[in-house]
């Protein structure tokens, strides 16, 4: 494993949002969801392609709290803009769990 430095990690903009919409993505090469995620006032709605297809249905999504990277530079994914990376793990499927606060939190809240 890499370390990397505190400043390093500082870097990184995990920030909490909650789902403010989730929608099959059909032109998915593998099965996703298009999620809007509400960021509170200072990032706003973003959008993200999610692999979590295998424990979460999109209405079990809506109203959800997420972690996700913020300051990735955007990137294409088949038809969408990805504009943040929503965080999870792998359970021992390989299917992905989210990473979520276990309390509310204000949107746009940073992980630290």
């Known amino acids: ?3 990397i430095s505190f400043d390093g ?6 920030r909490v949002g909650r789902v403010l919409s989730a929608e099959p993505f059909a032109q ?49 994914i088949g038809p969408l803009m990805s504009e ?3 965080t999870g793990f792998h359970d021992a499927d390989g299917a992905v769990a989210l990473c979520v606060p276990d309390r509310d939190v204000p949107l746009g809240t940073r992980l630290l």
Do not use: W
């Open 1 to 3: 494993m890499e370390t």
């Open 9 to 14: 990690f500082l870097k990184v903009e995990l």
């Open 28 to 76: 998915a090469r593998k099965p996703a969801y298009i999620l809007h995620v509400d960021f509170g006032p200072e990032l706003g709605v973003r959008k993200s392609s999610a692999q979590i297809t295998v424990h979460y249905t999109p209405e079990e999504l809506v109203g959800r709290l997420v972690v996700a990277v913020v300051n990735f530079p955007h990137k294409q």
């Open 84 to 86: 943040c990376l929503v």
